[in-house]
């Protein structure tokens, strides 16, 4: 199979996952987590169970398996940054993609209600939580290279890299309850400067 065509299939694949998602999505705001079914999700996609399988391989990754995709959009932001910038500088960029995602015209209005179910549903919110520790584990590693680059590494016990993204992670997840509060009449990007600049000083 030629580039060509594997891009091609890689791009329908995204095209139907999407597709899949956006309806099950729907669902979910309408109806609750819970009270969907992977069967009702293949018949509003107009598909069979077993495709929809093929492609999440379980309900809770059709609103959760996106979160995936984000860590290697942070890693590039954070070695964008300057070597010798703040630490905590460089951890509030980090979230600069999901801004940004938040931001976009639009998005709000399937952005708001499915945080709403991820945080209203207590086994959603646990693989939130647990895929925001897999990414905090990768900045952290990311911040360990670029210490050892520039000849400051850390010391093996010095819990500083771990707390501050921990820190950071705390102000993500304090911002989305704070924008989901005010009904996401405000700006994200405000609420997230709000909540990093409450902790960094501290930092």
Not at 93 to 116: C, N, Q
Not at 159 to 167: G, K, Q, S
């Amino acid at each position: 199979m030629t580039e060509k065509q594997l891009g091609l299939r890689e791009r329908t694949r995204r095209a139907v996952r999407n597709e899949i998602a956006e309806v099950a999505n729907a669902l979910f705001v309408e109806r609750g987590f819970e009270a969907t079914t992977i069967e009702d999700i293949a018949a509003a996609a107009g598909i069979s169970q077993r495709s929809v399988l093929r492609y999440f391989p379980s309900k809770d990754e059709i609103v959760l398996g996106k979160f995936d995709l984000v860590v290697n959009d942070m890693l590039a932001a954070l070695r964008a940054r300057p070597a010798d910038e703040a630490v905590w500088t460089s951890l509030h960029r980090v979230f600069d993609g999901l801004v940004s995602l938040a931001e976009t015209p639009g998005h709000e209005k399937l952005m708001e209600p499915i945080h709403r179910v991820i945080f209203e549903t207590p086994a959603l919110l646990a693989g939130y939580l647990q895929k925001l520790q897999h990414m905090q584990d990768a900045v952290v590693a990311e911040l360990l290279e670029r210490a050892e680059a520039a000849g400051t590494p850390y010391e093996a016990d010095d819990p500083t890299p771990r707390a501050l993204t921990a820190a950071a992670f705390g102000c993500l997840v304090a911002a989305q309850h704070s924008w989901l509060a005010s009904g996401a009449t405000g700006s994200f990007a405000d609420a997230l400067d709000r909540a990093m600049a409450t902790v960094g000083p501290r930092a």
